[in-house]
């Protein structure tokens, strides 16, 4: 517990890696990328979302797919800079802040993904080896109830609970709070969830 408090993030260059992995998370791909493929602004389909999940109701796998995997390594890009510039403490963070970049985007209004994508890849930047935990969990909740949203909500919450057990309290501190956010963003999925009207994988219409 006394490691937990204490930080070393001190000074300007610390601040600069935390703003930087917000600019980072800012990017919006799901909307750069379809507009370039001519399929218009991903924010009037759907869930009205700029994540890999709206960008695959527009039928284009391969978009959805660079969609993910980009959302997910401008995060990881964050936290391997921040680590470089001032330390894995300010990586962590600024990974944190990739995260609530995607989520909070300044470029379009500050209103963005779910962050799914980006928490795999804070996590992938931090603690690359928890990302296979998280993947474990997360397949296995998907294969046995189908549901994509509940996979992700499970295994965000299994990641910082697992890592405080093993001994990780800064980067599961991180990570919890990543988790409460990202729940709070998937509050109309639990809603329907609790409903039993959220659908499910490989599920049309």
Known sequence: MNDLMNWQIGGGVAVAAIVLGYL???IPFGLILTRAAGLGDIRSIGSGNIGATNVLRTGNKKLA????????????????????????????????????????????GFKGGKGVATYVGTLLGVAPLWVLVFAAVWLTVA??????SLSALVATLVIPVALWVMGEEKIALVMAIMTAVS???HETN??????????KIGQKG
């Open 183 to 185: 729940w709070w963003r």
């Open 143 to 148: 294969f046995v109830s189908k549901y994509s």
């Open 190 to 199: 639990i809603r329907r969830l609790l409903a039993g009207t959220e659908g």
């Open 65 to 108: 797919a660079a969609t993910l995997l980009l959302d997910a390594l401008k995060a990881t890009a964050a936290a391997v800079a921040g680590t470089y510039i001032a330390g894995p403490e300010a990586g962590l963070l600024a990974g944190l802040a990739a995260f609530l970049g995607h989520l909070f985007p300044v470029w379009i």
């Open 24 to 26: 980072l998370g800012s």
